[in-house]
């Protein structure tokens, strides 16, 4: 386990879409957590570009989510849909490739067992999504303590309980997300498609349901327990605005609240993982 934990982190390590994607996200975060919410607040502040009292309203909230108190929540509002997908990506490919490269069929054939092998494939994904949120938690802390500078206004670093909360929010879902890529890469056997249905999934056919349901109250029984709107959902509870808000981050919603958000995306991860090891532990790899 642990020589394929390292062989597998090697590999990540030196692969150039593991960085491509990695980076993407930290672009993402910053843009829409940072930098356009900060120029909607400057072109409508209340130094001559507010044009009513509504505006600069606006602008007080747009500033207060920019503060750094307000960076875990920063953390996990773009998870749900934009993040998530990258990171379904990203576990899609690093499983799926394997299959096209040959690299599953050597290993599965000579050494060591499927499990132990398909298990630290796993294990440095894990790790290098810990990493990631992490970097990405004191990018946004950055990012809140520039803006407040800038805008000469105190600052309070989040308390410790929002930190771990916010961290742990955006690992559960995250984690859920790249598990569910590698199901389909393990289904697929292949990146191609695997990331394929996986973005028509995630971006697509969930956010179309949930359109459906408003209208046809059986359907919205199976919206409310989808991985998309658990994620959503857990962003919400923790303190994203909702896609229904004026400044919302899509993806965020308030179907069902923060305790089932979590014992289903926990059941999602362990339903995708270990549907995973069953799966490459039972098929033939020649077929």
Partial sequence: MIASLR???LRLRRWPVTWVLCGTWLVLNLAFGYLFNY????????????ENITDAATARVLLRHLMPDQAPITLVAGLPMFGGALLLILGAITVGSGYGWG???TIFTTRPRRHTALGGTMAALGIVLAGL???TFVLDLIASFTVAAA??????WPSLADSAQGFGAA??????WMAAGVLL???????ALAVGLGLVWSLVVENLLRGVAGLLGPVANVTDVLPGTAAGSLAGAVGALTQSDPNGTPGVTAVIG???ATILLGAYLVLFLAGSLTLTARRDVTT
């Fill in 7 to 9: 062989a597998e982190l």
């Fill in 39 to 50: 120029l909607s607040y400057r072109s409508r502040d209340g130094s001559g570009f507010a």
């Fill in 103 to 105: 690299t599953w069929k």
């Fill in 133 to 135: 949120i992490a970097v």
């Fill in 151 to 156: 805008e000469s206004q105190p600052t309070t």
């Fill in 171 to 176: 690992l559960l879902i995250s984690a859920m």
């Fill in 185 to 191: 890469g393990t289904l697929t056997r292949g990146p």
């Fill in 258 to 260: 923060g305790t089932a």
